[in-house]
């Protein structure tokens, strides 16, 4: 497995692939690896010749400085886990590699970011819409690989995509769940064995407001029996549960025929902010 620290070390590592006919993989993660960045990793490899993966906790995404000072690194791990899995090259580029200069451009996804994370992280989009160009700019891959888990992410990125006519086909991979149902993610490291316990209000109350919707159940209802579960909770503080349009992100009041659904919700457990969503449809 190669370590390519350097934009030129990707060039570099790009030219000795056999042939132009070689299909390129790219997963993109911030490190602190878990299951869930293994299951994209081992999508790629199923459908990609070679597999890259970049991991860059990128500054511009983080509206909260304590967030980003406090985002959990594993690089040994991390790339013992990448090894033993069999991708071809890690991207590990510090921070001036990634912005010599400060960018002066901003990205604004108009509607797609006035809800859920995009209204409360300020900036975020922009900033996961910077990071995202410059990575399919030096690695130059046929196929991207994004989680579920970043409903609205995977929204942005598929309009950047189209917007800006990059060549790259975005695939999207499902959810990976701990058994208890708590989503996997790189902040739960930052949980103790109690707000462990405490974040499960998280897909628990996904799951039942799912039910409760399918059965017909009004989404008012709905969700005012959600709030009070998180109000019941200790140490849980609810940011937002609604129910989207899964692919324009658009806030609905009620179960909609014909379009892909999701509730999506974000809460902070202690300071650690968690978001989760869960599709209505399937
Ligand atoms: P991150 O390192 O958190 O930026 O995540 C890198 C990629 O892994 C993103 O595309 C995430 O959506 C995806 N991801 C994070 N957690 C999960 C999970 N539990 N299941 C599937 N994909 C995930």
């Not at 890259?52 to 000072?69: E, G, H, R």
Request: proline share 5%; charged share 25%.
């Amino acid at each position: 497995m190669k370590i390519l620290p350097t934009k030129d070390a990707v060039k570099k590592f790009l030219l000795s692939l056999p042939n132009s006919q070689t299909t390129v993989g790219l997963v993109p993660t911030m490190g602190a690896l878990h299951e869930g960045h293994l299951d994209l990793v081992r999508k790629a490899k199923e459908n990609s010749d070679i597999v890259i993966v970049s991991i860059f906790v990128n500054p511009t995404q983080f509206n909260n400085p304590d967030d980003f000072a406090k985002y959990p690194k594993t690089l040994d791990k991390d790339l013992d886990l990448l090894k033993n899995i069999g991708v071809d090259a890690v991207f590990v580029p510090d921070n001036q590699e990634v912005y010599p200069e400060s960018p002066l451009i901003k990205i604004d996804f108009g509607d797609l970011e006035r809800v859920l994370e995009g209204s409360f992280r300020p900036g975020h989009f922009n900033g996961v819409g910077i990071v995202v160009s410059k990575l399919l700019n030096i690695v130059k891959p046929h196929k991207a690989y994004f989680g579920q888990k970043d409903l609205q992410q995977v929204a942005v990125i598929k309009r950047l995509v189209k917007d800006l006519s990059f060549d790259v086909e975005i695939i999207v991979v499902p959810t990976v769940r701990e058994a208890s149902g708590l989503a996997l993610s790189s902040r739960n490291l930052r949980l103790s064995p109690v707000q462990r316990e405490n974040a499960l209000v998280l897909y628990n109350s996904l799951s039942f407001a799912k039910t409760e919707l399918l059965k017909g159940e009004s989404w008012f209802t709905i969700k005012s029996e959600v709030e009070n579960q998180f109000q019941q909770t200790p140490e849980v503080e609810l940011e937002y549960f609604e129910l989207v349009d899964s692919d324009k992100m658009t806030v609905l009041e009620s179960l909609q025929e014909g379009i892909s659904l999701s509730i999506c919700t974000a809460a902070y457990v202690g300071d650690v902010r968690l978001i989760d969503n869960i599709s209505v449809n399937h």
